[in-house]
């Protein structure tokens, strides 16, 4: 149901040049901020513990965090009161790069990495 909301919500959204650049520049802030969320645990479950420093679930990890729905709602009940359009549109670019950009490319970084299991 979230997704058909987004569906007709993409239908009246404009979203202008500079929202989508601010949300490319706002995919790079979430990736950044996905990577100090798995690399600080990781680095704590090292301490004293046979972790093998190199098994590629690193970059697995940080690519692998798919965000969509949760943000979309929120995105979308926001009061009119609020820059609403701009958040939408924010929300959007990051979500739809999370869905198609990552979510297409999981399986092949996998692969890549060796972690594929047949």
């Not at 709602?73 to 009119?80: E, G, N």
């Amino acid at each position: 149901l979230l997704f058909v909301l987004m569906g007709l919500e993409v239908l009246v959204l404009d979203i202008p040049k500079i929202t989508f650049l601010a949300g490319l520049a706002a995919v790079v802030v979430v990736l950044g901020a996905r990577m100090v969320a798995v690399a600080v645990p990781l680095r704590i479950l090292r301490i004293g513990q046979a972790f093998p420093k190199k098994d590629g679930s690193f970059p697995v990890l940080v690519w692998g965090g798919l965000r969509g729905g949760l943000s979309v709602a929120l995105a979308l009940s926001l009061p009119a009161t609020m820059p609403r359009e701009l958040l939408v549109g924010l929300t959007y670019v990051v979500v739809v790069f999370s869905i198609v950009g990552q979510g297409l490319t999981i399986g092949p970084l996998v692969k890549r990495l060796g972690l594929a299991r047949n």
